[in-house]
């Protein structure tokens, strides 16, 4: 059931009529009495009647007030309870929510600790937890406590996951496989919560940050809509309210939310802020430790940390270490210097349009705008190509031509004339772009624009890692709907970037951004020399662009503090030895280095022509088991750590005499459904009245 919401105000005012009919004068009890006897009813009668009346009216008033709400709605952790009849869902109340987070360059490992409370009088049957993360998260730990019953998240080989919950769902026990209900929320169920019974939830996840226009921001889950903070968390302040825009709880105790960060963030930084919340920054050697002061426990505004790293002239570098099990785990972080550099790199620019029917209308026109300001930005001595595809492929030249006036005219011409028609077979341009031969000293660069309408992805992928060489791929999706994985993965394989417009009006400044970019990589051909053996990932690092650092991880049988980081930085050859510390006490590189090796391994079990690559599958179930990882063949599945207690709390929510199954299991007794059984019982009452009144007549 959801929170009931009351009307206090309503209910006092009825409260106060019913005194003063109590109170009324004996002459004003004698009217009544006459008023009343022609239908048989005395003063007892009357004040029964009453009484009924006014429970029942409370109960509606209770009743109208239980807010459902859909799980698109879900803006931060709620505990949920389920409603058969309308489908939806209502939230329980929330006690507390504590937040603690240790950052490492661009990782956040995340401890979220949270109490529900299922403040009313009715039994719960089907509850969920559900918690919103960042699309790149990884939940890795969670625990539930409900009354006396344990359930944990356990990572198991899929096939053994779904059988621990068939299994437990035959024995009625409280068992769920945690599901991602969207990309950015994951789910897990539990069974029969009793009234005013609390729910304790912990979990723990990891989060990749993304560096962007030169800040790194880290974000937290707390804002809640408007509309459910109103009607569902700030009752008890709905006379202060005076601002639906501002809704903001002034009666919780300040002890009810806390938030500590502890950020180890690699580099010198020239700012770092909270952008919405007060908080409190202190520095520790390499660490900052940041608290909140706004104890708030709902607030309109998610929190957001955001810090910006002082760049330099050069490529910098920052390395973190974990030790676990005898083996040294390595983040390297590089980041690019400032953009203030002009790149004299030689380039190839091959253009890829898909031209198919999907592309019909305001897309066409949109990826035409982005190949003609995609020209703009060839220098004289730059080469080019343009290749539209449909059914079939077509190139304006036969091989890339260079960038001069008569070339870029013919260029015009050609996508003035292009039509969306047929369907879509990105293969042949996608090989008539890579197997043109590169020249000496140019860059390769292919821009591949479409709507990424496309079902045939793994055989892409295999076709893009062989034969992709030394040219990089840059994808560009066209509208709001592209298919994000293809499009994204494509560019990984490519060694390039993925880049999505969705608001067609943006065309211009997003296609700006891409080709400042990428005529101006700050280092190409990367590779790091770890002085010992090491597995690292990814395999072929990308290259190094102006607004993006690139991150590598790698597992290492022994540590060597010396590494060599070299690449080309403009037509020069750059090489420099970085001296590492060595601390090993840094958070989350562990299992981030196992994503990666998960991630990368799993690319390699699409691209083998043989789908049934047993080791291949082996070496990722065995690094989801030993990381505890999800993975495409583990998964997180919450167990019932006691399962005798939740079997007789499932006999007791089935039990009609709840109070002497409450006796047995040693569970806190409290009333259960006492509103409708008064109101049944003094509609009895009254039915029994008129019976005899009427039998007396």
Known sequence: MAEKITNTRHIRQQLESLHNKRNTSNLANKQSKKKYKGLGLNWRDVVILTLALFFTGLYQAQAKAQDYFDLEDIDTGMMLSYNDESNNYGALTLLNSDYSINITGIIAEVTVKQSFQNTTEDWIAEGMYAFPVAHNAAVDHMKLIIGQRTIEGEIHEIKQAIKIYETAKKQGLTASIVKQYRPNLFTTEVANIMPNEIVQVEIRYQQTLIYDAGHIDFRLPLAIKNRYMQERYLVDSVNNLQDAELPVSNTVDEKFRSIEISLEAGFELSELVSLYHDVTIQNEQIYQKISLNDKNLYDRNDFV??????????????????????????????????????????????????????????????????????????????????????????????????????????????????????????????????????????????????????????????????????????????????????????????????????????VDFIMNNLFVKISSPALTEVQVDWNTSAEQ?????????????????????????????????????????????????????????????????????????????????????????????????????????????????????????????????????????????????????????????????
């Open 537 to 697: 990932n990814p395999k072929v690092i990308p290259d190094l662009y102006s607004d993006q650092p690139v991150m590598v991880t790698a597992k290492l049988n022994d540590f060597n503090t010396n590494l060599v980081l070299s690449g080309f930085n403009n037509t020069t050859i750059f090489s420099k030895v970085f001296n590492m510390n060595k601390d090993g006490q840094s958070n989350g590189i562990a299992k981030l280095w196992a994503r990666n090796q998960i991630e990368d391994l799993t690319d390699d079990y699409m691209l083998q022509n043989d789908v049934n690559n047993d080791e291949l599958k082996q070496q990722i179930t065995e690094l989801g088991l030993n990381y505890h990882l999800v993975s495409q063949f583990t998964s997180l599945v919450a167990v019932d750590k006691n399962p005798e207690l939740s079997r007789l709390v499932a006999m007791q929510a089935k039990d009609e005499n709840r109070l002497t199954t409450l006796d047995q299991v040693n569970f806190p007794q409290t009333a259960l459904g006492w509103m409708w059984q008064l109101i049944l019982g003094l509609l009895l009452v009254i039915f029994g009245m008129f019976s005899v009144r009427k039998q007396a007549i």
């Open 305 to 506: 940390l955001r810090w910006t790293p002082t760049v330099g002239n050069k490529p910098q570098a920052a390395m973190f270490s974990e030790k676990l099990n005898g083996n040294e785990y390595v983040l390297l972080m590089l980041l690019p210097p400032k953009n203030n550099i002009v790149n004299e790199q030689l380039r190839d620019v091959v253009f890829i349009i898909d031209t198919s029917g999907s592309m019909h209308g305001d897309a066409m026109n949109a990826a035409k705008d982005a190949l003609l300001f995609g020209l703009t930005q060839l220098n004289a001595n730059d080469k080019f190509n343009i290749i539209e595809f449909n059914t079939y492929a077509q190139p304006l030249f036969n091989k890339s031509a260079n960038a001069d006036p008569n070339n870029l005219d013919k260029a015009i011409a050609f996508i003035d004339d292009l039509e969306s028609d047929g369907g879509t077979n990105m293969g042949p341009a996608l090989a008539m772009a890579m197997k043109d031969d590169i020249e000496q000293n140019y860059l390769k660069q292919i821009i591949f624009i479409t709507d990424g309408s496309v079902g045939n992805e793994s055989q892409l992928f295999r076709q893009i890692n062989q034969q992709i060489n030394n040219a990089r791929l840059f994808t560009v999706a066209i509208g709001e709907a592209p298919n994000n994985y293809f499009m994204n993965k494509a560019a990984l394989i490519g060694k390039g970037t993925y880049t999505n417009i969705a608001k067609l009006s943006d």
